[in-house]
C-alpha cells in the first residue's frame, strides 16, 4: 500500500493555566517542557530592560487571555514597571525594568493581578546576574553606617546614622568608588584621593590611595 501525508491540520492552544516570564537572553519555544530556552543575559545596573510575558497552556502554547500581570523583583530599590494587561496572551513591559542592585541573585517574578479566577499560575526566574554600571562618583561610609548596594534614597548607599564622634580622637571611614547606583565599583585603581572636612580647623585630612574601588 502507498503511504499518504496530510498536513497542515491546525493545531489550537489549550485553555491558559500559567505565565511565563522572558528575560533578556530567553526565548519562547512552545510546546516544549519549559516553554523557553536560552539563560538570562547579564544585567547592568542603571540600564533599563525589555521583559516579555505570556499566558500558556498546560504545554507552554501561546494561550489568548486579557488578565492583569503584576511584576515583582527581590530589588527593592528597582525600577518596575506598573501592572499591565495581556493582549491575545501577551504583553511586553517595553524598555520597563531598571535593576539597580548589584547582586548574583535578582529575582523577577510576574504574577495574575487580576479578578478573574481561577488564577493563572505565576512564574520566577532567580539567578540573574547584575553588575556595577560605569563609575561615576564616591561614596563615603562612617563609622555605624552600612553599605547598601543600588539604594538610591537618603542616605544613598548606605544605612544606618553615623556613630557620634570625639573631638580629638581619630576614626576611620571607608570611601567607595561607584556607579550611579551607588554599586562599588571594582576596577576604580585611584594613586590620591584627596580628603578635606569642613572642620576650620582640619580643612585637609590628608590624601589616600584607592584599590579595587576602595580606601580608607
Known amino acids: ?15 491558559p493555566l500559567s505565565l511565563l516570564v522572558r528575560a533578556p537572553g530567553e526565548s519562547f519555544v512552545e510546546g516544549t517542557v519549559t516553554g523557553k530556552t536560552g539563560v538570562p543575559s547579564t544585567l547592568t545596573a542603571g540600564t533599563s530592560y ?11 502554547n501561546l494561550a489568548p487571555d486579557g488578565r492583569q500581570i503584576l511584576l515583582t523583583a527581590n530589588d527593592v530599590y528597582a525600577g518596575v514597571p506598573a501592572p499591565q494587561s495581556l493582549a491575545l496572551g ?19 517574578s510576574a504574577a495574575d493581578n487580576d479578578v ?28 555605624g553606617q552600612t553599605l547598601v548596594p ?3 534614597v537618603a542616605p544613598y548607599g548606605v544605612t544606618g546614622v553615623p556613630t557620634a564622634s570625639t573631638a580629638g580622637v581619630t576614626f576611620n571611614a571607608q570611601i567607595y568608588a561607584t556607579d550611579q547606583r551607588y554599586n562599588v565599583v571594582s576596577t576604580v585603581n585611584k594613586p590620591t584621593i584627596n580628603l578635606t572636612s569642613d572642620d576650620p580647623f ?15
Open 116 to 143: 478573574l479566577t481561577p488564577k493563572l499560575t505565576g512564574q520566577t526566574i532567580n539567578g540573574i546576574t547584575v553588575v556595577p554600571g560605569t563609575p561615576d562618583r564616591m561614596i563615603v561610609a562612617l563609622p
Open 150 to 152: 543600588g539604594k538610591v
Open 1 to 15: 500500500y502507498s503511504t499518504d501525508t496530510v498536513s497542515g491540520i491546525p493545531v489550537q492552544a489549550n485553555t
Open 202 to 216: 582640619v580643612p585637609s585630612l590628608g590624601a589616600v590611595g584607592m584599590a579595587s574601588g576602595q580606601a580608607s
Open 90 to 108: 501577551q504583553t511586553q513591559f517595553l524598555n520597563d525594568f531598571l535593576p539597580s542592585a548589584a547582586t548574583g541573585n535578582l529575582v523577577i
Open 50 to 60: 525589555t521583559l516579555d510575558v505570556r499566558s500558556v497552556d498546560l504545554y507552554n
